[in-house]
């Protein structure tokens, strides 16, 4: 799959826009999860991947502040992507997160950064 820009945004705010297929989702609901920052320093960027090489970046607006959980939804575009996923966060400080495989069908799926 190649990525080449994803979005993923809060609720009725933003959407995903990503040109790579997500395969194995069958089902038409809206998916969505949880992401909390557990760190000291905004999360900036929440990157997405499936093969931890070619990353695509979502739009998170302002960042989500240290603290804060944000409901983020995935747009239909990717609803015949894979739901395994590679994930990350990069944040205000310069640092980044390690990259964790998460299984984006999963109902009430949370993601602790």
């Known amino acids: 799959m190649n990525f080449n820009r994803a ?8 959407s995903i826009v990503w ?3 997500l395969s194995n989702v069958s089902h038409a609901a809206e998916f969505s999860f949880t992401a909390t920052n557990t760190t000291s320093s905004a999360i ?5 991947s499936e093969n931890r090489s070619d990353w695509g970046y979502f739009d998170i607006g302002a960042g989500i502040k240290p603290g804060a959980t944000a409901n983020l ?3 239909q575009s990717t609803n015949s992507d894979s739901c ?10 310069g640092s980044e ?3 964790a495989k998460f ?11």
């Open 7 to 14: 979005r993923l945004g809060f609720v009725a705010a933003f």
């Open 19 to 21: 040109s790579g297929p």
């Open 44 to 48: 900036t960027e929440v990157l997405v």
């Open 73 to 75: 939804v995935w747009d």
């Open 84 to 93: 395994a996923q590679w994930v990350k966060a990069t944040y205000a400080d």
């Open 97 to 99: 997160s390690e990259p």
């Open 103 to 113: 299984d984006f069908c999963e109902d009430g799926l949370e993601i602790d950064f």
